[in-house]
Each structure stands twice: as structure tokens, then as C-alpha cells.
């Protein structure tokens, strides 16, 4: 070759490099102003990835293999292996059999989001499908464990903060409890069936402040309420009930006298007969269920599914062992199977819990932005997940809605953001920010994470 087509050939090189090193220092630049303009005391910890989809660039790294607790964000990835294993078409069935003793066998679906209405729904088609006498009436509770709180759980993440983890579940696992304080009496009213054996030491004051607390020493599920009400409050709380078994039988029993169904024996525990025939269900898709999650940043629903998708992978990975309640263990196998065939190392990775509430979850961004990347084409998840001003990202990034597709993560002194940005030109971009350590605001540091979406959005 002559020296001079070599020269062009090297010039035209150098122009393309340059001009890519242009780009990527340009949005370099823009994101580290971002962060510069907020004020982040010395001992935080920000770790930022952001990836070019179509090019596998990394258009801009920040602490990227550094291990943090990712909060929510990880609800992607959870969720990612979660409809993989179960289906697009899965449908979170809770179905009634009869056998030929007449005995009816009630199994639960793991149906995060089941209601009374749901029910009333079920035992409508039970009606119209089987108007002869019950003998006995059972529950099949054997699709997902008794555990109630995964490992890592701290104290403040146990009840009333957050539901029993439970095969039995309808609305939510929660009642409403009302409060009303005159000058000189507080009234609290329970209209629901399931009811709370209070001990009620709170005071009238000038402001509310009611902290509930279970009598652990008592095998009672008594519950005192401790704090102060103020004087003329009148107001509603949810609260997450004690026994979610005995909660589930009320609503069951419910349903069937509101049907004219008589039934006067105990629901007992005991799994569906062989010979037992399916003759009413009721079925939830599972996208309902999973954008409910990602939307509302639902930590008992994604435990649940997570659960429910671990025990269809360990039927299909051991087709020959007993068929057995799912686990948060199973559902961990299945995460990690999942990511090992799509190529991405899970060495380092500590997985707790499939919501991110556990403080002992670590992840990096660059791990994470990697995966999303990757499910970017591998998977729909996309399809699942909020866009600006909606769910948790209700007010922010307003002039971005449709052009991100995003999860938000916040526990005490973490936050995060993850997810995928279509820039103004076109491109596309998958991206991972955690911030730990901060002493400021949240707001301030949501205010961060979205300015750093906004630069992406700018990239040319």
C-alpha cells in the first residue's frame, strides 16, 4: 500500500477516534457537572454507570465496580428472572377442586394482589359449577413457604411495616383501623370482621404520633399502641393483620354465606387429592401483577412472585423431587441461573431478599447496567416498568415522560435510579446510579439523580 493511502486511512481513523473521544467527554463533562452542582458531604458514596444500548459503550463510569446497596433498583432484576421463569402468559390461579367424597380442596395461587371481591368472584363460578353438599372443605396452602420476612430484614422493616409473607393472602393481608380523640377520649373503631386485641396507652396531646408494638412475650398477638393523639383527630390507619390464615378463612367464609353456601366445619390444611377435579378458578396475569410492583414499588408482591417463580424453577430444574413450597432460596437459584446464562458474573453479588430491603444486598452499577443492556433485548421487562411522572416517579422528570423507563430505590440514607433513556437524537442508553451517604435532603439527591438522566437525554 502507498504511503499516502496509508496517511489517509490513518487521518481517517484518528477523525472517527476523536470524534468519539469528543462525545463521550462532552457527556462526561456534563454529568460530573451535575454532580459538582450538588452538595454532597465527603463521605458519600455516588457510583454511576451509563451505557450506549446499540454500541455496548460505556459513555460515562463512576466507582462502577464498587458493591453497594442498590435499594429498589434491584426489582428490576429480580422481577427480569422472575417472568422469564413464569411466562408473559402466566396467570396466578387460585382454583377450587372437588373430589369424588365431595370434598372441595381451595389452592392458593400465591396471587399477590387477590381481594374479597375476587373471592365473592370464585365462589360465584364454585356456585354455578357445584350446588351439592360440602363434606369437607380444604385449603391448599403448599405453594410458596410460611416464612414471613426474608433474612436482612431489619426491625423497622417487620410489622406494621410491612405485611406477613404468606401463601394466604387477600386485600393486601391489611385492615383499617379508625381513630377519633375528643378533649377527654380516644375511640378506637375496628369495622372490619378481623379484629385486633388492643391495649391502648396512647394520650391526648397536640399532635399525633401512635407507635404500635407487638407484645412479643404473649402468644396472643396482643398489640399495644403507645404515643400520643391529637385532640379532635379523627382519622383511618392500616395496619398489617397478626394471622393472615385465620384473615384469609374470615374473608373465604364471607364469601360463601354472601352465596348461600353453607358451611359450618374448620377449613383444613391439606394438599389437592390426585383424583380431584378443577371446577372454579379464578386467574390474574402476571403483568398486572409485576407493573403493580415496579409501579407502586410493592416489596410484599415482588416476595411473592419471586417466591412463586422460584418454585417453577425448581420443578423444571429437578422434575423428579417432590413438588415443594417456593422459597426465597429457590428464588435466589433461580436469579443467579438466570444471569449466569446471559454471561453476566454473579460472584460478587449478595442477594437477600427480591424487593431490596435488606441492608446486606450489594450490587454495582456497572454489574446492573451490563444486565440492562442485556435485557434490553433478551427480555420485557421494559414493558413492565413507569415512565416519568408516573408511580414512584410521580413529579419527576415531567418533560421526559416517554422517553425513560425507570425503577426508583430508597431506603434510610440510600437512593437510587436505574433504568433507560431514549435520548433527543434517537440513541438509546441504559443507566445505574446509587448514592450512599448523604446527609442532605432526599430531594436534593432525587433532584441529582434526574439532572444526570437529563444529560442523557442530551447526548447527541
Known amino acids: 500500500m502507498k504511503t499516502s493511502a496509508v496517511k489517509i486511512i490513518f487521518n481517517i481513523t484518528i477523525s472517527l477516534m476523536l470524534s468519539l473521544l469528543f462525545s463521550v467527554n462532552s457527556a462526561f463533562a456534563s454529568i460530573v457537572k451535575a454532580i459538582n ?6 463521605d458519600s458514596v455516588i457510583s454511576v454507570v451509563v451505557k450506549d444500548i446499540n454500541t455496548n459503550d460505556t459513555i460515562y463510569s463512576k466507582r462502577a465496580d464498587t458493591f453497594l446497596n442498590p435499594a429498589s433498583i434491584l ?3 429480580t422481577m427480569a428472572a422472575a417472568i422469564d421463569t413464569l411466562g408473559d402468559n402466566y396467570n396466578f390461579e387460585t382454583v377450587i377442586y372437588i373430589d369424588n367424597k365431595r370434598n372441595l380442596y381451595l389452592k392458593l395461587g400465591a396471587d399477590p394482589l387477590l381481594t374479597s371481591a375476587d373471592l365473592d368472584t370464585l365462589i360465584k363460578s364454585l356456585k354455578k359449577a357445584y350446588g351439592g353438599k360440602i363434606n369437607n372443605f380444604y385449603i391448599d396452602d403448599s405453594t410458596i413457604d410460611k416464612v414471613y420476612y426474608p433474612d436482612g430484614w431489619t426491625v423497622d422493616d417487620f ?16 385492615v383499617y383501623i379508625n381513630f377519633a380523640a375528643s378533649k377527654n377520649d380516644i375511640k378506637i373503631t ?5 379484629k385486633f386485641s388492643f391495649i391502648n396507652e396512647l394520650e391526648i396531646s397536640n399532635k399525633t404520633d401512635i407507635t404500635p408494638s407487638l407484645n412479643y412475650g404473649e402468644n396472643s398477638g396482643i398489640v399495644s399502641l403507645r404515643g400520643t393523639i391529637g385532640a379532635g383527630a379523627n382519622f383511618t390507619k392500616e395496619y398489617p393483620v397478626l394471622d393472615t390464615a385465620q384473615f384469609f378463612t374470615g374473608r373465604l367464609r364471607k364469601a360463601l354465606d354472601k352465596n348461600g353456601i353453607h358451611y359450618a366445619k374448620p377449613f383444613y390444611p391439606k394438599k389437592v387429592a390426585p383424583n380431584a377435579k378443577r371446577i372454579a378458578s379464578f386467574r390474574r396475569p402476571v403483568r398486572e401483577v409485576v407493573s403493580y410492583a415496579l409501579k407502586t414499588s410493592n416489596n410484599f408482591v415482588c416476595e411473592v412472585v419471586f417466591k412463586a417463580a422460584g418454585a417453577k424453577w425448581a420443578q423444571k430444574t429437578n422434575p423428579k423431587e417432590v413438588i415443594k413450597p417456593g422459597t426465597l432460596e429457590d428464588g435466589k437459584n433461580m436469579f443467579f441461573d438466570y444471569y449466569n446464562k446471559a454471561g453476566l458474573k454473579n460472584n460478587k453479588i449478595n442477594l437477600k431478599d427480591a424487593s431490596g430491603v435488606s441492608r446486606y444486598n450489594t450490587l454495582s452499577t456497572g454489574w446492573m447496567a451490563d444486565a440492562l443492556v442485556w435485557l434490553n433485548e ?18 419527576r422528570m415531567r418533560d421526559l415522560k416517554g422517553c425513560v423507563k425507570a ?11 436505574a433504568g433507560f433513556v ?5 440513541a438509546n442508553y441504559a443507566f445505574a446510579i446509587i448514592i450512599q451517604n448523604f446527609a442532605t435532603r432526599a430531594s436534593v439527591i432525587k ?4 439532572d444526570i438522566v437529563h444529560e442523557i437525554y442530551t447526548l447527541e
Open 407 to 417: 425503577k426508583t430505590g430508597t431506603i434510610f440514607g440510600i437512593s437510587s435510579l
Open 190 to 194: 375496628q369495622n372490619d370482621d378481623y
Open 422 to 426: 431514549t435520548s433527543q437524537a434517537g
Open 447 to 450: 433532584g441529582l439523580e434526574d
Open 159 to 174: 410489622w406494621p411495616n410491612s405485611p406477613k409473607i404468606s401463601p394466604y393472602i387477600v386485600d393486601k393481608n391489611t
Open 378 to 395: 433478551n427480555s420485557k421487562i421494559k414493558d413492565y416498568m413507569i415512565t416519568a411522572d408516573e408511580g414512584t416517579l410521580t413529579k
Open 75 to 77: 426489582k428490576i432484576f
Open 37 to 42: 452542582n450538588t452538595t454532597l458531604n465527603r
